[in-house]
Each structure stands twice: as C-alpha cells, then as structure tokens.
C-alpha cells in the first residue's frame, strides 16, 4: 500500500501513460533476448506489474443482493482483491473476466484492487503480430442480478423455402435463489411495436429451469449486410402470484439463413461475395482501448468504401463492435486469442522442438472440458 498513488485512465494502457514502453514485436517473443524461457515459464528478471485501487459504494437497492465485477479486457493476468481479500485470477487478455464480490462487501462498500503484470504464461499464447501493452485496457463495471435472473438466452430462427416464414426460437437458462412460480414472456419487436407475443405461465423455478419459447412467424425482415435488419427479442419475468416484474431483458437479432451448396456460401439464399479487410482493435491514441466512436468511424469507413466484411485479426474484439457490425452490416470472421508464432518460428526459420499446442491431445482435452462447462 501506499499514500502516494497517481492517477491513472482506464480503459487504458499503462505504457501509453508513462509507465513503461510500447513494444512491437512480430513474430518474437517480447522476453526473447532477455531470458531463455520454456513454454510455460513466466519471466522472473523483468515482468513489470501495476497495481489499480478504487473504492466504490454500493447502491442500497442492491443490498442482499449479489454483486459481480466483470473486467472486459485486461492484459495479460489478473489478480483481484476485494476489502484486502483474494477473490480470484484469470487470463485470456481478450475474454470477459466476472468474479462475485458478495461474499467480500463490507458495510455497502468495497475497495477494490486489481494486480495486473505484463506478462503470463498464457502470453505464451498470445504471440499475436502487434503492439505489445498491457494494462485494463476494457471497460470494468459492477452489477447485481434479482433472485429469479435470466443467465443465458440463445435466439435462432428456421427460414422456410422462400424465406416467407420463420420459426423463431430462444432456448432460455433461468436461475432462482428460492422456490418461485414465474410467468415467462418473449416478445419480439420491430422499431419499438410488438409484432410477435409468446406466453408460459405457471412455470415453477426450484433452482434452474430450462425452457424454449417459440412461435411461428409470417414475413420476416431479412438480415444481410447489405440489408441490416435488426428486430429486439425480449424477455419478461414476472412473479405469477402478484404479477410484478422481476426481470426483463433484450437482444438484437435478425432473421438470416446461412449455408453452404456445391462449396459456394449463401445468406438467404443469394450467393456472398466477400469484400473483407483485416481489422485491429487499434486507435493511434489510446492502442487497443478503443471507443465507440472509435469503432463507428471505422465501421463508417469501411461501408463508405464498399466493404461488407471484416477479420478480427487476431483475438475476439469487444462486444460492443459485434453490436455495430450487425447493425450497419458487416460480415464478421472471428478469431480465437491463440497465435504462438514465436514457438515454432525463430528468425523466419522453422523451430518444430517447442511448438504449441502443435496436435498435443492434451489441448484437445482441456479445450473439450472448457466448452461442455460452457454449455452445461
């Protein structure tokens, strides 16, 4: 601790705010030169750290309700203390990090620090040709769920022959901290009008409930990136007995058939001629901490110059840039956060001794664990 703290932006990179350097490495590792490292091993001689600290009060309408943090970006690693307790680390600099703060609030307050270094050994895969930053460079915030909370819903639609009608669906994940009976809503909205309502009543939720709602629907706006058509699908909650609303909550969503036939991709049956370019998360000010108007100037340039698609090379952006691409219209090829170029490539000469995760079962293992959790 120290009574001498500076200030500090975030979203934001530590080195483009005096400490430490940018470094732009390609195919190298940015520690290759100074320490001889194995796949794995983090970097002991010099791996620099920064310490953020913040103190926040707790609205009152969230008392005894949970409270999460959810870190959008952070690079590379993370530890996180709450009230000088450990509450948990991660990796991924380019995936969503949420950790429960419940358990540690003290008095509706909580302060909070975040030990965030430079490196990792999941920088071993994140080798990606770029300027090397570090720092909580996404949006962080907090929120509180209610007792009956939607965790996850996942919208599709089957387009019938000629596209005239569709069936849409939304397999939805509820979750309850008591025994409640709820009445579940999905509407489905075209420029703020109701076009398509569907009901279950009397749904008794002990802990989880599984359900899927859906409804047939005529005439279907269709979505391209040529024609962006974007519909709200939204939920409501309400609790059976009082009718009070407890939840609500929206998705944007567009009607589209994508397929393939003898090799040729098709979007509502029409064939796609792909106008792409590759995209870095990257402003000249701010490096990978990037704003709306950052994402919409690039997005406008790209359709001003006759694109309708983009390759996010090479990590998944942040969610806000999925949101404009769907409602100006862009294709979108996204990409994992794995690029190990360094292990298996040493001065544009091959390396094949330390190459990662080459066809090691072991990733495969691990990767088809992760997902079933995912999805269970």
């Given at each position: 601790d120290?009574?001498?703290?500076?200030?500090?932006?975030?979203?934001?990179?530590?080195?483009?705010?005096?400490y430490g350097e940018p470094q732009y490495v390609n195919t190298m590792y940015p520690w290759d030169g100074r320490e001889n490292l194995e796949p794995g091993e983090v970097p002991k001689e010099f791996n620099p750290f920064g310490v953020y600290k913040t103190e926040v009060v707790i609205p009152k309408d969230w008392k005894d309700r949970p409270v999460y943090i959810s870190f959008q970006g952070v690079e590379s690693c993370l530890e996180l203390y709450c009230n000088d307790e450990f509450v948990g680390?991660?990796?991924?600099?380019?995936?969503?990090?949420?950790?429960?703060?419940?358990?540690?609030?003290?008095?509706?307050?909580?302060?909070?620090?975040?030990?965030?270094?430079?490196?990792?050994?999941?920088?071993?895969?994140?080798?990606?040709?770029f300027w090397r930053l570090s720092g909580i460079f996404r949006d962080v915030y907090l929120?509180?769920?209610?007792?009956?909370?939607?965790?996850?819903?996942?919208?599709?639609?089957?387009?019938g022959s000629g596209f005239k009608k569709a069936n849409l669906k939304n397999s939805l994940k509820i979750e309850s901290e008591r025994e409640i009976t709820v009445d579940i809503e999905m509407q489905l909205l075209d420029k703020n009008e109701v076009v398509l309502s569907v009901e279950e009543n009397a749904l008794k939720i002990e802990k989880n409930l599984k359900i899927e709602l859906s409804k047939k629907f005529e005439n279907p706006k269709l979505w391209s990136a040529e024609k962006p058509n974007l519909y709200e699908v939204r939920v409501i909650v309400k609790d059976s007995e009082s009718g009070k609303i407890i939840e609500e909550c929206s998705q944007k969503f567009g009607f589209r058939k994508f397929e393939i036939e003898d090799k040729i991709m098709k979007i509502n049956g029409e064939r796609i001629v792909f106008k792409g370019v590759n995209r870095h998360e990257f402003s000249c000010y701010n490096g990978r901490a990037v704003s709306e108007e950052d994402m919409?100037?690039?997005?406008?340039?790209?359709?001003?110059?006759?694109?309708?698609?983009?390759r996010t090379s090479h990590y998944p952006n942040q969610t806000r840039?999925?949101?404009?691409?769907?409602?100006?219209?862009?294709?979108?090829?996204?990409?994992?956060?794995?690029?190990?170029?360094g292990t298996w490539q040493i001065l544009g000469q091959p390396c094949p001794e330390k190459v990662i995760p080459n066809n090691n079962p072991e990733w495969l293992e691990n990767v088809m664990d992760r997902t079933k959790s995912m999805f269970e």
């Open positions: 120290s009574p001498n703290w500076s200030k500090i932006k975030v979203p934001g990179h530590m080195e483009l705010q005096g680390y991660s990796e991924d600099s380019f995936t969503p990090s949420e950790f429960d703060l419940t358990p540690y609030i003290k008095e509706g307050k909580a302060e909070i620090k975040a030990k965030v270094y430079k490196w990792c050994s999941g920088s071993w895969l994140e080798d990606q040709d929120y509180s769920t209610p007792e009956v909370h939607v965790k996850d819903m996942f919208i599709t639609s089957e387009l919409i100037w690039d997005i406008k340039f790209l359709k001003a110059n006759n694109f309708n698609a983009v840039w999925y949101e404009l691409c769907d409602e100006y219209g862009l294709y979108v090829i996204d990409e994992v956060n794995l690029e190990t170029h």
